[in-house]
């Protein structure tokens, strides 16, 4: 029976030789393999050792991985990640047909070309093949048409090899970077909101700054929730930073040293409080007691310590005193998008607290604050939306680049894990090349620290090559060609054909010229006074 070669990978990858892997892979899927005892191995061929040694190599790949440092991540968060972890995926009976065709062409297209030239198929674009082909009842010969042109495409848009990737997708960014404009713009359609763009939010984005100038988020809501009006703003409630001020009156009473709270019965209706939601929030207060008014909705603060500085600080503290929502939101708004329902924009961020909300949809839902992603989902969600804000921040201005580059961008940012600036605090200033790095800033620091360390400089990259005047790395400065001169003694010279006769050219005869005829001279005459003439 033949081995299954993802279970025959997979062993490959728990450090087993390929021929026992597929030993072990055959008719037997990777859960078969780890239930096998040592009888059971040795009933396979294996000696006791070999048994032996392939139950440890199977039980330390099983080891749990040492606890991470960074905290769990909430059961919210965690649910949102598994959705996206062994999905399977579903395809008609047309899409399997068209695929298998797809896959098929795109294998004949690869047969006979260069390694280099073999050109995957993405996924992405195969949807999108399959999609249009369905939606136009497309035949097959227009098909074949599209996957070649997609085929020619793909290995056309190959970067060559050793090509200087670096300089030019930092040409292709910081040349359309000049002609971005300096301004803070409303979000497109909720004019309440402001949101930085333009080269201010391309800075933000390199520097990988903590904490945007204009957090804000677009807070999709499930379904059920985004066709209601009312039920959006139950979640705009939840979600919208609510202080006891704006929705009640807080006067004090100078007399009796003590403050009068006044409930606005509009404004907690919209919010859903109630008296007794505030008096259990008035609790937090220091040094006071707060008491409902008999046969009044009012609220009266009573000092613990009579005065009037102490009265002071307690009004300003009462003011300020959370009654609802989540911190960090310190405003909303709700919008009907087509096609998506009610959606509500926020002024402020805080993305792990608003997943949690009954209601939100936390598929959809995302923040500009790249940290908060990085914190809450993952670096690779944190990658995809470095990329995903620089491009939106670049078609905004009309400016197109080619996202290639910015990926580019986003894979040096987080390469190591953790989202880094381009800059001497990240990138540029923790780079393996001591000449790279004191080119950049900070000379003599970079220097000095390198000198008392001993570090060796092995100039591997572009910077340091240029500074000591030697070739780079890349491109033709990349290759290296090597004669091996034994093979000269082995060279037969090749006999050459003997040189063409040359036939001499048979010379022409020149014809004499005709001799010109003389004109005839005519007879002269003499006049009577003597003189010569002739007769014309």
Known sequence: MAANPSTVKALEGRGFDKETAERLAEGRTLKDIQGLDKKGLMELGFTGNEAQDVIEKLAKAKRPKAPSARKPKEPAVHEVLEAYVDVPEEWTAEEEKLRDRIIKKVEKLNEGVHEHEIV???????????????????????IDRVVEKSVDVLRRIRIDPTEAVGIVGAQSIGEPGTQMTMRTFHYAGVAEINVTLGL???????????????????????????????????????????????????????????????????????KSLTRDDLLDILKKLRKAKAEPVPESDEIEVILDEPGFKRLQQVQHQASNIKVKGLDGIKRVVIRKETGHGYVIYSEGSNLADVLKVRGV????????????????????????????????????????VDRRHLMLVADVMTADGSVKAIGRQGISGQKSSILARAAFEITVDHLLRAGMRGENDHLQGVAENIIVGQPVNIGTGAVRLAVDQKKFAEVKPIPLP????RKEPTPVLEEEPLPLEEPEEEPETETAEGEVTSET
């Open 120 to 142: 995957v198929m993405p996924h992405r674009v195969m949807r999108e093949i399959i999609k249009m082909a369905l939606e136009r009842d497309a035949d097959a010969k227009l």
């Open 498 to 501: 003997p040189p063409p006769v």
């Open 361 to 400: 949809d936390p598929r959809r839902t995302t923040t500009n604050d790249i940290q908060a992603i990085y914190e809450v989902l993952g670096i690779e969600a944190a990658r995809n939306k470095i990329m995903e804000e620089a491009y939106a921040t670049l078609s905004e201005q009309g400016l197109l």
């Open 200 to 270: 201010p939010r391309l800075i933000e984005i390199v520097d990988a700054r903590r904490q945007p100038s204009t957090p804000m988020m677009n807070i999709y809501l499930q379904e059920g929730w985004n066709a209601d009006a009312a039920k959006a703003q139950v979640v705009a409630n939840e979600i919208e930073t609510t202080y006891l001020k704006d929705v009640a009156a807080i006067d004090t009473d100078m007399v009796e040293l003590k403050l009068v709270i006044r409930p606005d019965k509009a404004k907690m209706k919209v």
